[in-house]
């Protein structure tokens, strides 16, 4: 099991679960839900944060975010 | 109904989804900026007449993902569509659906529609959806989704006829709820509805759900709610998951049946082709300070001649009136205290305008979203977000428009750290008083070959202003207390061209807040310093001609200096050279003396007033006013207690010192109390930089005397 901020750019994965209440609610809003697919697209210059291709949109996160995504 | 009677609307919709534009379109210039009850957020509404000739009003709720709010200005949403007692609450909403990303702009509809207020979705960028070879239709969408649909074109404002006919047809309501409140909380959802006398279930269980944000209810209606969610076992978060879940769910599914997708994301594509340019790790930075650099010159350079108009204008304006009216305290008030104070709040409009003319550019486009992108890392190390940077780069040129600028930041935190400690960044209103200085203490010595010693240190102010700002905010990430958690969770929109009719609500918009806000505040003090300058105690200024005079034949003085002595004489013996003399004790260690104290004073209005005072106290001539001619008077005036200069080394250093960080701008005050809705933040301001400010100088001259 891996988590998204491990993904390099073009990987894709689905998302199975999160561990953080608090951010998991914001990121469902966005759509990012369990058994949905996410591709890593780009992150930025310095590593961190990173950009997702989400339910049709491009979506930036920290990587200290993205960590609290499981993916199957 | 309030006053205005006709149709009350309240426009919701995604970040992005083309909100501004469609507002822009349907109400054109008819709008107003107002305050919500208790937030720091402008309600701005507007007003237009639907095909029928029912007049209209519309409130643009500010842009959210879902109703459940997480900032302060997302908890506007909610607070104006479950309220049926507030004068703001809407008969019909309209939802403004993105079409290129159905799915999660959905959710937002779906929440807003189950609410129980008639609801009609605006289909904005289907012409997008269709380059993506995406096919919508528009009938299983509205089968699906129980609604009336009305395709637009917020950008070229196509589809509004549509939209303002469909919305003086009756409306029909769905069969159900798209989400079933009740499954989750059977008992709670009951309870409530009938306490508060409300007919819908998902509102009912969003009172459960956002109970300590709602402003109207009483602390006993809250306790009400609280302790029946103790006893029905009521979470919020995992109700709220589980809601949120569902809803996608639901989408998903009605979704196959309205989008048929050939997907081929032909925008997506082209946006990733620039990103890859503008997020490169050499290319992207070299273009953002380019793009900074632009910024910077054109707010100094652009602004310059307008500023210099309005100053020009007012000091004339003033001069007339002088001419043309009696004589009297109430002209020289209009002309001396109105219109310079007038002057003094239009005079920043130039440089507003282009700031917001600039950041408008770059959010319409999407670029924005990268800047913070790229700096968020950089910025989080010192408590601040990528957000912050624009704000701080602005603070530069002027931080009146740059703490306007800090709105888009949602953490309150990261938000208030960036309003404190931008006006520590070198405004453009200490260039001046930094010029004078440096020339007058700093020999102007080629260093190093090729640098001028006088450009260095100037450099060197503006490098200090900002360490100043960095450190500040590194020192406030450790004593403030987060409201709400930072996070980072952020769209990155596609690139798209900026819509010119937006831009320019934009800079009318701010630069009209601006004058109506902060213009008052600013007006009202600079009257209050022009009455402290212009009246002084006892005889010694009441007699202030004849003591003039007299003065002049005994001293043998040339009669044509008779002006400029006796408002230097009125100057030294009014309430501010009062003030000057009393805070003498306290600047001396400084090196100042009241002269200095007096300008110290004048200067509080506005950093650039340091020279006129300056000038008006050494009497200089005001047709003489130049540079050079206060720089000469300044290195003529002798300490009295050593007969060494007064202007040395030690004194200038310190000054410099002082008006790097002092905070000597009531219009940035205005601005922070109107920004953060209390005084405590500009109080502390004002006390925390002026403390640097004193520390800073008293070190400085206690070192180098």
């Known amino acids: ?16 679960s999160f561990n953080d209440e608090y ?25 961190d944060p990173i950009c997702i291709r989400v339910s049709g949109y491009n979506l930036s996160l920290r990587l200290d975010e993205a960590k609290t995504i499981s993916l199957a | 109904m309030t006053e205005h009677a006709g149709l009350k609307i309240a426009l919701v919709g995604n970040p992005n989804a083309g909100k501004t534009s469609l507002f822009n379109q349907l109400t054109g210039l008819k709008q107003k900026v107002g305050n919500f009850p208790g937030v720091t957020m402008d309600k ?81 960028m289907v012409e997008v959806a269709k380059k993506e070879k995406k096919s919508i239709s528009v009938k299983a969408l509205e089968r699906e989704f129980e609604t009336k649909v009305v395709c637009i074109n917020a950008r070229k404002g196509l589809g509004l006829e549509k939209l303002k006919k ?34 819908n279930d998902y509102l009912a269980y969003q009172y459960a759900q956002q109970t300590y944000s709602k402003q109207f209810l009483s602390n006993g209606e809250k306790k009400f709610i609280a302790d029946a969610k103790v006893k029905y076992n009521f979470c919020d978060r995992q109700f709220q998951t589980r809601e949120t879940v569902e809803r996608y769910q639901g989408i998903r599914k009605k979704l196959q049946s309205v989008i048929n997708d050939h997907g081929k994301d032909i925008n997506e594509t082209r946006s990733n082709k620039i990103d890859r340019i503008l997020t490169h790790k050499v290319y992207g930075y070299a273009i953002f300070f380019t793009i900074l650099f632009l910024l910077f010159q054109s707010i100094f350079k652009w602004a310059e001649p307008f500023m210099d108009m309005i100053d020009f204008g007012f000091a004339r304006l003033s001069f007339l ?34 700031l917001f003319c600039f950041i408008s550019i770059l959010e319409e486009s999407g670029y924005m979203a990268r800047v913070v992108f790229l700096m968020d890392k950089i910025m989080r190390k010192f408590g601040l977000n990528g957000k912050s940077v624009v704000p701080l780069i602005s603070g530069v040129a002027c931080a009146i428009p740059a703490i306007m600028a800090t709105r888009n930041i949602e953490s309150w935190k990261d938000r208030l750290i960036t309003i404190f400690v931008t006006p520590l960044m070198s405004c453009s209103a200490r260039l001046p008083v930094y010029a004078i200085l440096i020339a007058l203490v700093v020999p102007s010595r080629t260093v190093m070959g090729i640098f001028n010693l006088q450009g260095l240190v100037l450099m060197g102010m503006y490098l200090l202003g900002f360490v100043a700002a960095i450190l500040s905010a590194l020192m406030m990430k450790y004593i403030l207390k987060a409201k709400d958690r930072s996070y980072f969770i952020m769209e990155l929109p596609i ?28 007006l ?63 600047i001396q260690p400084l090196g100042y003396d009241w002269k200095i104290g007096i ?107």
């Not at chain 2, 010119?500 to 601006?514: D, E, H, L």
């Open chain 2, 321 to 354: 009136t002088k001419q043309y009216l009696p004589d009297g305290a109430l002209t020289n008030l209009i002309a001396e205290g109105v219109i310079p104070g007038l002057g003094g709040v239009l005079i920043f409009i130039p440089q507003i305008a282009l």
């Open chain 1, 23 to 47: 951010l998991s609610l914001k990121l469902l809003e966005m759509g990012v839900l369990p058994g949905t697919e996410v591709e890593m697209k780009f992150a930025a210059p310095l590593g």
């Open chain 2, 599 to 705: 300008a110290l004073i004048t200067s509080f209005a506005a950093r650039e007033v340091f020279v006129g005072t300056i000038a008006t106290i050494y009497s200089v001539g005001a047709e003489e006013e130049s540079e050079s001619t206060i720089k000469d008077k300044l290195r003529a005036e002798v300490n009295p207690a050593t007969g060494e200069p007064m202007y040395s080394l030690a004194l200038g250093v310190s000054l410099l010192i002082f008006y790097a960080f002092a905070m000597q701008c009531m219009s940035t005050l205005a601005v922070v109390y109107r920004e953060t809705k209390t005084w405590k933040w500009p109080i502390l301001q004002l006390i925390y930089m002026s403390g640097i400010a004193y520390l800073g100088a008293l070190l400085a001259y206690q070192l180098l005397k």
């Open chain 2, 495 to 522: 690139y798209r061209w900026p819509k010119w009719k937006n831009v320019w609500f934009t800079i009318f918009g701010k630069s009209k807040t601006f004058v109506l806000e902060a213009g008052k505040i600013i």
């Open chain 2, 44 to 124: 701005i509404s507007g007003s237009f007449k639907l095909t029928d000739g029912t007049p209209a009003t519309i409130i643009d709720l500010p842009g959210t993902y879902s109703i459940y709010p997480r900032s302060m200005d997302e908890r506007v949403v909610f607070d104006v569509l479950s309220d049926s007692t507030a004068k703001d609450y809407p008969d019909v909403i309209i939802v403004i659906v993105d079409a290129s990303s159905l799915e999660r702009n959905l959710l937002l509809f779906t929440e807003v529609r189950d609410l129980g207020i008639p609801t009609i979705m605006a289909l904005n």
């Open chain 1, 1 to 16: 099991m891996c988590s998204l901020a491990e993904l390099k750019p073009g990987q894709t994965g689905v998302v199975k």
């Open chain 2, 166 to 199: 469909a919305l003086t047809e009756k409306i029909t309501e769905p069969a159900e709820a798209f989400f079933q409140a009740k499954s989750l909380s059977p008992e709670i959802v009951p309870i409530i509805k009938e306490r508060f006398d409300l007919k």
């Open chain 2, 524 to 586: 009202a003090i600079s009257i209050i310093l022009w009455v402290l300058a212009s009246y002084g105690p006892g005889e010694k200024f009441d007699n202030a001609k004849e003591i003039v005079k007299k003065e002049l034949e005994t001293n043998q003085i040339a009669a044509a200096d008779y002006e400029n002595r006796l408002s230097s004489y009125k100057l030294e013996h009014s309430y501010a050279g009062r003030l000057g003399k009393m805070i003498e004790p306290a």
